[in-house]
Each structure stands twice: as structure tokens, then as C-alpha cells.
């Protein structure tokens, strides 16, 4: 068991679903954090995302370009989710765009229907500005497989 979930269960924070999100330093905390930390909680209240949070093992930065200083990491370790100012230097993919951008990501389908999403406007939008650089993802690829779980994680559930 790693030092934050060690630290969780002490403080007794892993009793419910929402619990298991650990924000560190939260008065330095961004208004994006805050946002993140309420989707991820509320995710937590469908059994299917706990089960694939505990078979996560991934850091994701995200640097939101209108506003740098409100970058974050997110570090999925352990059925834990810590949420934590800027960049951390051990996240293992880092996420460069606008905020709508970055809600934008998680509604993307997968596999073949992709193909039709990029053909709509708002997914020509997307592609255009990761083809232009106005948004970058580095360690995709090397992180290929956990960074599908983490979008799947963050896609909302079916009602």
C-alpha cells in the first residue's frame, strides 16, 4: 500500500466511494481542481468506474492554456485518486488545452465511431487544434493503455 492511500486509510478517508479522492494542498487548489474533484467524485457513485479505478495506474498533468498557473495532476494509484496542484514531475502524461477542450476529450467516442466524430464540426474543432498545436498531449503513446482507462473513467455513465 502506497503513502497516500496508507494516509487515507488513517484518516479514515476511504470509507465511501467519494473518499477515495485525496486532494493535496487543497487551498492552493485551482478552480479546475475543484472541477475535476467533483466529476471524479461523482464517478466514483457507479460501481464499474471504482473497478476500473483500482486497476489504474497513471499521472496526468493537465495545464490549462488560458491559465497555466491553474495546472493540476491527477495520480490514479492504488483505487486512489490524488488530485494536487500544477505539474508533477513524476506525471506520466502531461495535457495541454483550453478548458473546453479538455471536456470536450471525454466524450470522444472510441474505435470506429471516432472516425464519424472527427467528420462533424465539432469534432473537426478538436482535431484542428491538436493539428495546430493549440493543444498537446505528451506520453500518449508510451501510456496508450492506462490513458484509455483514464478516458473511460472520465466519460459520464449511461442512465
Known sequence: MNDTKQDAVREGSVQGQSDRVVVKDAENLSPLGGIMKSLLSGNLKNPRKVALLETMRLSVAIKPTENPEGAITITFSD????????????????????????LQLPTIPMGPKAIKYFLTPEGKAVAMKFITRKA????????????????????????
Open 136 to 159: 498537446r498531449i505528451k506520453g500518449a503513446v508510451l501510456n496508450a493503455f492506462q490513458l484509455i482507462k483514464f478516458t473511460k473513467f472520465l466519460t459520464p455513465s449511461a442512465r
Open 79 to 102: 483505487g486512489i485518486i490524488t488530485l494536487e496542484p500544477g505539474v508533477s514531475p513524476k506525471s506520466r502524461v502531461r495535457l495541454f488545452c483550453d478548458l473546453q477542450t479538455l
